[in-house]
């Protein structure tokens, strides 16, 4: 919570924690883990993963008892002060340090309903008791709804009470930290554990015990340089207050701050509340501006596109194209006597394995067979890896850089299938070759009336001489002008049928040229289409898993 | 109430100590100067686990020389320092008043309250004191203070002469400069008075600094204040068992009850009398006081061993990190020096661009022109010139060019990257990294284009030289030249794996064979084979050139924190010669 909204809280005179939007908040968190856990190391989770486990059992339990551990160094009389609110010796005190080893625990009001909470917490059967007799009358009634742990310590040689202690103090919804005249300075107190609270202010209280070793005067200096403590620790404005074991009237303040708190029922919200300002403020590191789900510019899947066009040998297909298509066009419009012996030389699309029919739709399911496009050289794979990191790096550009390595995975996790899609891409497109113009026909009918008619001629001519040499009476051939028709027609259809064939030449090569370019246009769109699917849709993936957890967190830091 | 008394002194010190001052003393103290300089000289610059520890202990030992051993050693017969320690609040202050009966150390209600040390001591020793030999670092002065960087000195009749009490800060406080401060103190002590009460004798801090104490072989003595009454015995004995368990069993135990304390602030002068008694003893007695000084020297002394292992084992572990760290570096970039050797090698270069740019300069006949006559250079001149489009010789140059430099990038950016993971994999290698290294040097695309352009220009001069004298190639001049170079340039990409597999065949085969007819058919096969192989050997080392600068990206790092080889050797071998000399001197009479 900023000072801003503090003192706004403060002034709405309203500090409570509505347990709807705590709920809504840790259902956020929940989220937020969802969409990371694939993407963000696991050690930048691992409170986040704690707390949400933690919250759901908490608010899953009684939220009519207040947990309040009293936590302390050794010998600073936890168990005294223990004993002394229940007023009953429940837990040993000794002048041997330690003393207490394992949490006791004390029930205000019936036991049986604290008890699955106190299961959960961990405090052994036998070391829970309850204060609630009919001798209290209503003296006690105050504080039903306390559940009041004695902690062992954390600061003696026995490293095992602090272990257990360090437990206990993530699951209690309160903490009355007790301290004394001898070890209020410890750097142990200050440094490891009230500083870890300063989210916590608001479920902290602190106790200077043995106040009556002190005189009056030196109790206020002490306290006074204790608040200082506290203020550098972070817990600026949480009480402090004097109190002694062995003077019963000592007591007051803090039982009527307990009271307080019981009548509340609201520490174990505040807890996990400050807990998820921790939690969030430690996750602000891996949210930072908001990265559009096209954060992968035209550029850069451009650029992707032509490495994977050239390790996918576009360029060699459209060459291949624009050669079928002069090779066709020869073999349907060129001089019907060479045609012949354009068939018998390979096609270059059929060469490369490489279908020249359409796709047929309803079998779009077939395997595709293999192309046998050559293998892409080293520097073309070197070219998609390049290109490949230039994406991923275009993504994580303007985000956080923990995202780094997921969108790196990412732009890569189907690096290994590329090769195969790439050549069913290729092998699948429609190269435009299927249909063969209208003009070829026409110009191979008119081919082929041209040599009939020079056949015709030459026929006719041989038919003249057969009847000359035979000595039968000779034709009268018909002339145009000087040339005798059979003549003009022999020498007049090769002529024209060569000339045609000739002239046709550019204009095929032009649409050999055209067909190449269509073709690889359509490769490319393709290949396109491979980049988008195999490189760019995984690393979007990751930015729409950013853009959701960057909603959640926001939904997280709402207070 | 003392558990111990005065004569369980004789338990603690080495028996009947010698008194002369040991001949070889003067070499202990040679050994020490050269052990502390090589000490200093030593730095941990990596991020290791080892070294935050070593750089610690590295720090206080230089201190406890310049503090104690050097020049404690010089005068062994100076007054014997008597440091009082321990947790704050423990009341040591009040210890040190009562003891010399006068509040010379301010005691408080505030944690922690003393700041600066006070050294209180017997006016005809302070002259000894107030000259600044021990802990030299502390300025002196004679008003209470609460610079820590102060020694606040005071003359108390009471206290006999050759005895000097330290009150020194705590050990346990928010302070960290007390904590500091008080562990150098503790280093000069001649003997320790450790003080702790009832609410703290089992507190944990306490008792790591009482271990150190006991490897030191420091004399130490217990003080255990503020003891309820009724619990003495429990708490005394409790105490007891734990130093036993510690192997401190012998260091005497001095039980002080919770007392109200008098008017000025001292304990009651019947309590603290055993205490007084004990030192006012031992003030009394120059050979005990003389045993005590020589076995904390001589604990102290025997301690540096150990300790020097540590740092010299922890220098070791920063060279053999900047090593490991190195071999990673290399490992990336042999692999990537290896896949552009194989990249150049199987001929695969020739199938993409490269060949459709060979086929068009062969199937134009450009090839062949440029090494027949000034004609056909004339003419493909007139030719690019009108069409605008460039000869063919030049486009299979550029791709050439660019395949090369595609190649070269990405083998240098997997070579990064790769480096850059087994970098962060290390304790040493995040801490050197920084996010640029990942990606090859911005600059990389230029250099390596011009690392091509110059090996391109590298083979033509190599033509030019090697068949000047050829008919063919000198009557084309300039422009065979051009022609050879290229075909030579294609035939090392081609001569090892010479006939390309499966597919490619149809492709590929006829043009390597062409560029290698081509070639024979000018200079005689033995010539195109050492042409080919000199070229490629040329390109390969000026990549390696350009590798070599990429990976030094990495290794300069290493390199600039500047770790000798076996910095581990010259600690070893200075800590082997205090430890012979200590053995010669024989402080404490029995060479160990
Ligand atoms: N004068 C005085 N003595 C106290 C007070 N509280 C505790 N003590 C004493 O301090 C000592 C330690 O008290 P405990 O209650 O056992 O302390 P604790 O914090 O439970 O200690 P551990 O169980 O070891 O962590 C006992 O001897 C108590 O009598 C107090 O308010 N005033
Ligand atoms: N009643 C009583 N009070 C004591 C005794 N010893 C110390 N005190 C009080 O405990 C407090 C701390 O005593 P100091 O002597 O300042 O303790 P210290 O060990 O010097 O503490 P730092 O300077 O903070 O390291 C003072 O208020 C003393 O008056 C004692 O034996 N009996
Ligand atoms: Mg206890
Ligand atoms: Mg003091």
Known sequence: MSLVDRVKHALAGDDRVDAEQLVARLDALQRFLRVTDPYLPDNDLVAAHTLVERAGSRLALSQDHTVVALAGSTGSGKSSLFN???????????????????????????????????????????????????????????????VLLDLPDFDSVERGHRLEVDRLLGLVDQVVWVVDPQKYGDRVLHNAYLRQFKQHSDITIVVLNQADRLSPSDTDIVLTDLKRLLEEDGLTGVPALATSAKQPGMLNELREALEKTVAERQAALRRLSGDLD????????????????????????????????????????????????RHRAIASTGWPLVRGMRKLRPDPLKRLHLSTDKPDAALEAEPVARTSLPEPDAAQKSAVGLSV?????????????????????????????LPDALDRAVAKTDLGMSRKPLWWGVVGLLQWVLTLTAVAGLGWLIAGYAVRVLGLPAFDNPKVGEVPL?????????????????????????????????????????????????????????????????????????? | MARSRPQDLAAVLAPDPPVEPPPAVGDLAQALSRLRATIGGTTYPLVMPSAEEAKRIGAALVAQLDDYLLPRLARLDAPLLVVVGGSTGAGKSTLVNSLVRAPVTKAGVLRPTTRSPVLVSHPSDSSWFRNGQLLPGLTRTAESSTDPKTLQLVSAPALGPGLAFLDAPDIDSVVDRNRQLAAQLLAAADLWLFVTTAARYADAVPWELLTTARLRGTVIALVLDRVPADAAGEISAHLAEMLTARDMGGAPIFVLPESVLEGNGLLPEDVTRPLHDWFAQLAADSNARAAVVKQTLDGALAALGPAVAGLAEAADEQATAAKALDERVTAAYRTARRSMENGLQDGRLMRGEVLARWQEFVGTGELLRTLESRVGQLRDKIVSAVTGRPAPGRNLQAALESQLATLLRGVAADAAEQAYAAWQAHPAGTALLEPGLQKPSPDLPQRAERVIRDWQQYVLDLVRSEAGDKRVVA???????????????????????????????AVGAGTTVAAQKVLEAIFGDQAVRSLATRARTELIKRVNVLLDAEAARFTDRTAAVGLELQPGAALRQAAVEVERSREEVALTGTPS
């Open chain 1, 84 to 146: 002394a609110l229940a007023r009953l010796k429940l837990s040993p005190v000794g002048v041997r340090r330690p003393t207490t080893g394992v949490a006791h625990a004390c029930v205000w009001g019936p036991l049986e309903p604290a008890n699955r909470l106190l299961d959960w917490i961990g405090v052994l059967p036998r070391q829970r008791f309850i204060r609630e007799s009919a001798l209290d009358g209503d003296d006690e009634a105050a504080l039903r709804g306390l």
């Open chain 2, 475 to 505: 009557r084309g001049a300039a422009y065979a030249v051009n022609g050879v170079g290229l075909t030579v340039m294609i035939a090392v990409f081609t001569s090892t794996a010479f006939i390309p597999t499966g597919a490619e065949v």
């Open chain 1, 278 to 325: 921790v939690v969030a403020e430690q996750l602000a590191t891996t949210i930072g501006p908001p990265a559009a789900e096209d954060e992968v510019d035209r550029a850069t899947v451009r650029q992707l596109s032509d490495a994977l066009a050239a390790s996918a040998g576009v360029p060699a297909v459209a060459a291949a194209t624009a050669g079928a298509y």
């Open chain 1, 389 to 417: 990191r230039a994406v991923a790096a275009r993504a994580a550009a303007p985000i956080p850089p923990v995202w780094a390595p997921a969108l790196n995975t990412a732009s890569r996790s189907r690096l290994g299938d």
């Open chain 1, 486 to 559: 059979p003549t003009l027609l022999l020498l007049g259809g090769l002529l024209v049928g060569a000339l045609l064939a000739l002239l046709l030449r550019p204009i095929v090569n032009y649409g050999a040229r055209r067909a190449g370019r269509r073709a690889e246009q359509r490769l490319r769109g393709a290949v396109t289409e491979v980049a988008r699917e195999y490189v760019v849709a995984p690393v979007r993936e990751v930015l729409n898993g950013y853009a959701q957890a960057r909603e959640a967190l926001t939904v997280v830091r709402s207070e």
